[in-house]
């Protein structure tokens, strides 16, 4: 059990619009407690300035805010030096940031990128763009229907041709954690004709779940998203090797990023800086910051406890409902809170309407997982996710509305 009650301290529980709200969308984005905006209105109360770019007073209270939010970034998922931690809009433009700068400049023709067929859209589609424009070759890591790739599946399909390997460590639709440290490991001394291949990793689903350690997983490039993990919209961050962020091109060009510019040339920033053009997202970052303070004072491990715990009783109760169909392992400990599901004669947004009905909220569609779709021969599916503020008597009252659906659509 939590060692706390967490859920006073969302205030979206308690709004009159919500009252009895059965939040079950977390995958797609979590929940913000009072202590994440009020930081975010403590910014901007107390430090409004422009970082980076003043030398008043405000300014330096603004950019140490920013700067200060970098480094708990950085402890938070044990990179090396600060300077790894860059600030993006989300994970989907920082894994663009690497598709278009270090893939663009390093990808040739005849090269491979490996993926696997579970990747969200934004851990894909960057890097089919980058194999059509360079002439190289995209080679995806098959699954089984419980979303499992096999050892053999990885070793097989990385060798020396392999210049990148770009993987999900949990799947937004199976839940289903990847070996992600022994396939990067594997793609280090396997890839590019024995110099190794590059390895990305989309930490998306995985951050919010459990403790992250980028050195341990030897990732050269992890990205996620704070909304996910009950931090701000519209800031993300990507952690990068400082050796390859140090040779890669800018991303953006203009404001911040530069250190000196005539009509001819252009020198750049350090790092991270080379990376942030315009004014940066400051308030957000420091809502991020907070809401990582507000994870480890929850603790990861009694997150993951409670992901497991509920998702536990939530796939044992619509194992028992009749033509309830679950999507990937029957094993509840091998989903992170995810459990996608289809019922026999409903399509997935009727079941998200009729649930609605009911005020439960989950996400029915494909997920930003189309191939995927494609592989399981469904064109849609609903999917229910849990985080450490749901309870057993939301469980509850959802296994009841799901098991009335179908008689609920007259079958």
Same mark, same amino acid.
């Given at each position: 059990?939590?060692? @706390?009650?967490?859920?006073s301290d969302f205030p979206i529980f308690d709004s009159k619009e919500n009252s009895g709200l059965i939040y079950f969308d977390n995958a797609a984005t979590t929940q913000r407690p009072i202590q994440v905006i009020k930081a975010i209105e403590d910014f901007y109360v107390h430090a409004n300035a422009n970082p980076l770019r003043g030398l008043y007073s405000l300014s330096?209270?603004?950019?140490?805010?920013?700067? *200060?939010?970098?480094?708990?970034?950085?402890?938070?998922?044990?990179?090396?030096?600060? =300077?790894?931690?860059?600030? @993006?809009?989300?994970?989907?433009?920082? $894994? *663009? $940031?690497?598709?278009?700068?270090?893939?663009?400049?390093?990808? &040739? &023709?005849?090269?491979?990128?490996?993926?696997?067929?579970?990747?969200?859209?934004? *851990?894909?589609?960057?890097? =089919?763009?980058?194999?059509?424009?360079?002439?190289?070759?995209?080679?995806?890591?098959?699954?089984?229907? =419980?979303? #499992?790739?096999?050892?053999?599946?990885?070793?097989?399909?990385?060798?020396?041709?392999?210049?990148?390997?770009? $993987?999900?460590?949990?799947?937004?639709?199976?839940?289903?954690?990847?070996?992600?440290?022994?396939?990067?490991?594997?793609?280090?001394? @396997?890839?590019?004709?024995?110099?190794?291949?590059?390895?990305?990793?989309?930490?998306? &689903?995985?951050?919010?779940?459990?403790?992250?350690?980028?050195?341990?997983?030897?990732?050269?490039?992890?990205?996620?998203?704070?909304?996910?993990?009950?931090?701000?919209?519209?800031?993300?961050?990507?952690?990068?090797?400082?050796?390859? $962020?140090?040779?890669?091109?800018?991303?953006?060009?203009?404001?911040?990023?530069?250190?000196?510019? @005539?009509?001819?040339?252009?020198?750049y920033a350090e790092l991270p800086h080379k990376f942030e053009a315009g004014t940066v997202n400051a308030a957000d970052a420091v809502g991020l910051s907070a809401a990582i303070d507000y994870l480890k004072d929850i603790g990861l491990d009694e997150?993951?406890? *409670?992901?497991?715990?509920?998702?536990?009783?939530?796939?044992?109760?619509?194992?028992?409902?009749?033509?309830?169909?679950?999507?990937?392992?029957?094993?509840?400990?091998?989903?992170?809170?995810?459990? #996608?599901?289809?019922?026999?004669?409903?399509?997935?947004?009727?079941?998200?309407?009729?649930?609605?009905?009911?005020?439960?909220?989950?996400?029915?569609?494909?997920?930003?997982? =189309?191939?995927?779709?494609?592989?399981?021969?469904?064109?849609?599916?609903?999917?229910?996710?849990?985080?450490?503020?749901?309870?057993?008597?939301?469980?509850?009252?959802?296994?009841?509305?799901?098991?009335?659906?179908?008689?609920?659509?007259?079958?």
């Amino acid at each position: 059990m939590l060692k @706390t009650d967490v859920r006073s301290d969302f205030p979206i529980f308690d709004s009159k619009e919500n009252s009895g709200l059965i939040y079950f969308d977390n995958a797609a984005t979590t929940q913000r407690p009072i202590q994440v905006i009020k930081a975010i209105e403590d910014f901007y109360v107390h430090a409004n300035a422009n970082p980076l770019r003043g030398l008043y007073s405000l300014s330096v209270r603004a950019t140490d805010m920013y700067e *200060n939010a970098r480094q708990n970034v950085a402890s938070f998922i044990n990179a090396k030096a600060v =300077q790894e931690i860059i600030f @993006t809009r989300n994970a989907s433009e920082s $894994l *663009n $940031l690497v598709a278009y700068t270090w893939a663009m400049e390093n990808i &040739q &023709q005849g090269d491979e990128i490996v993926v696997s067929a579970m990747e969200h859209h934004s *851990n894909f589609l960057p890097w =089919q763009m980058v194999c059509k424009a360079k002439g190289a070759k995209l080679v995806f890591l098959e699954c089984d229907d =419980q979303g #499992t790739i096999s050892k053999e599946e990885w070793q097989g399909k990385i060798n020396d041709k392999t210049k990148l390997v770009a $993987l999900t460590h949990v799947s937004n639709v199976f839940g289903i954690t990847n070996p992600v440290k022994e396939i990067a490991s594997y793609a280090h001394k @396997t890839g590019n004709a024995g110099k190794g291949a590059m390895v990305v990793i989309d930490g998306a &689903q995985s951050t919010p779940h459990v403790k992250i350690d980028v050195q341990d997983l030897d990732a050269d490039f992890f990205a996620f998203s704070s909304h996910k993990l009950c931090g701000p919209m519209g800031i993300g961050v990507l952690y990068g090797k400082l050796d390859l $962020l140090e040779n890669m091109p800018p991303f953006l060009r203009g404001g911040e990023m530069i250190e000196y510019v @005539t009509r001819e040339e252009v020198t750049y920033a350090e790092l991270p800086h080379k990376f942030e053009a315009g004014t940066v997202n400051a308030a957000d970052a420091v809502g991020l910051s907070a809401a990582i303070d507000y994870l480890k004072d929850i603790g990861l491990d009694e997150i993951h406890k *409670n992901d497991d715990r509920l998702s536990s009783m939530l796939i044992s109760g619509m194992k028992s409902i009749p033509h309830v169909k679950i999507i990937g392992s029957p094993d509840s400990s091998k989903h992170s809170g995810i459990v #996608t599901f289809t019922i026999d004669g409903v399509h997935p947004h009727d079941i998200a309407s009729i649930l609605d009905s009911e005020k439960i909220a989950i996400r029915a569609g494909h997920h930003c997982a =189309q191939p995927l779709m494609q592989k399981l021969g469904v064109g849609s599916t609903a999917r229910a996710s849990l985080y450490f503020y749901n309870t057993e008597k939301e469980v509850e009252r959802f296994l009841e509305s799901l098991s009335k659906v179908r008689s609920w659509m007259g079958m």
